[in-house]
């Protein structure tokens, strides 16, 4: 939800309880004005007509359908105001109606009258009415307002805002150009865009160290174990025991996998860091064919049977180099990790990947297996790297990828789409 909906949402929210919290109030309050008025008024009334008595009008002559006078006993102390509700025939409009009574006695003249007055009532039904067309009213101008002013006013003063956001999506480390803002009249988009800008100079110096580090680490590695190679290389062509001949393997073998280790580790930090070109429209199914034929020796060799439903021109967007060393990887890991006359099956549709093969049931989590240096195997060819390469891949290029087992068959899904 955007910010700018969820403080409307909110505003409207507070609005509407604010306005049925004070419409209760304004309802009781009004109800209360109203019997309030209409006493005083009956109570006027009522000593309007006493002074008629006191003037000599007689009682018959006064007495009409609101008017009530009956002569009480002399000797009864004179009644105070009282007012309550009652039921009384309301002429015009013929037929009995809630009326408010309002009675009070006088003595005039020796003789001792209560007058009664009746008035309508206005019923609770018409103020609740009144109070909730007044309330809507209220409600649907401010929405109206609101609409009209509140949300412009509000794009205009989050635009700061919206300005950070644009500028924290476009910041990469390729551009090598911490954040720089302009200054705001608001003075929280100030501290804001003065933090950012102070934590994208700290990241893209840590940034540099680390690379520069990464990348010294990996050619003063590579160089001497280029070296150890070769004089290895020397070595086992001289002549020497078997024992010799062992051990001399096994250093080559070791020197040759802290190479691949070394490549792998600065390909996963050039995918993190997102150091490769723009991606482009790659043809999936040209690459895997291409690969299909380059590992066909290894394929052969491992006594694996191989079955292909590869869709023809899968186009993929993703950078070529890339492309390759995924494809690369999920196929050498499914003829790695098989087993003698077991079985390698590739389906490529427009938007998903699977590659099944056979191999060993697995005594770990398939979870696992995409993290760095996990592997299950023994095999000194793999580095536990392939499928975390593959799963970083799949998350800078938003592909969903999986891995999964069924007994000793071994699932890789990637879903393109």
């Not at 150890?228 to 996998?257: C, D, F, P, W």
């Not at 989590?365 to 536990?384: A, T």
Request: overall charge negative; some cysteine.
């Amino acid at each position: 939800m955007k910010l700018l909906n969820l403080l409307t949402s909110v505003y409207l929210i507070i609005t509407m309880l604010a306005l049925l919290i004070g419409g209760f109030f304004i309802y009781r309050k009004l109800g209360a004005e109203i019997d309030f008025e209409l006493g005083m008024e009956l109570n006027r009334q009522i000593e309007a007509y006493a002074e008629r008595l006191q003037q000599g009008v007689s009682p018959e002559a006064l007495v009409n359908e609101r008017l009530e006078i009956i002569e009480l006993p002399f000797q009864l102390e004179e009644e105070e105001l009282s007012i309550r509700d009652t039921l009384a025939y309301h002429d015009p409009l013929n037929k009995e109606e809630n009326q408010l009574k309002a009675s009070r006695s006088f003595k005039i003249d020796d003789k001792h009258y209560r007058i009664s007055y009746y008035n309508l009532v206005v019923e609770a039904e018409d103020i609740t009415e009144t109070v909730v067309y007044t309330m809507l009213l209220v409600f649907f101008i401010q929405v109206f307002f609101l609409g009209l002013f509140f949300r412009g006013i509000s794009n205009w003063i989050l635009r700061p805002f919206h300005y950070t956001l644009q500028k924290i999506q476009l910041f990469n480390f390729q551009t090598n150009k911490p954040l720089a803002f302009q200054k705001s009249k608001i003075l929280e988009f100030n501290h804001l865009n003065g933090f950012l800008e102070r934590m994208t100079q700290k990241l893209l110096k840590d940034y540099r160290q680390i690379k520069e580090f990464s990348e010294n680490i990996s050619h003063e590695i590579q160089t001497p174990a280029a070296v150890v190679s070769g004089k290895l290389e020397n070595l086992m062509n001289l002549e020497m025991t078997e024992e010799q001949a062992h051990l001399i393997y096994s250093a080559y073998q070791n020197n040759e996998r802290v190479h691949r280790i070394v490549r792998s580790l600065s390909l996963l930090a050039k995918l993190e860091n997102e150091e490769f070109e723009q991606p482009s429209q790659v043809d999936l199914s040209e690459i895997i064919e291409k690969n299909i034929d380059l590992l066909s020796e290894l394929i052969v060799l491992s006594d694996l049977k191989l079955q292909t439903d590869i869709k023809p021109k899968v186009l993929v967007t993703m950078h070529p180099l890339i492309a390759e060393i995924m494809i690369n990887n999920l196929l050498g890991n499914a003829i790695k990790h098989n087993h003698k006359e077991g079985w390698i099956k590739i389906k490529l549709g427009l938007n998903q990947l699977i590659i099944e093969n056979s191999g060993s049931t697995l005594r770990q989590d398939p979870g696992e297996l995409v993290q760095r240096f996990k592997k299950e195997s023994d095999n000194p060819e793999s580095v536990g790297l392939g499928l975390a390469i593959v799963n970083q891949i799949c998350k800078t290029y938003k592909f969903r990828f999986g891995y999964s087992t069924a007994g000793n068959i071994h699932i890789v899904k990637i879903d393109f789409g």
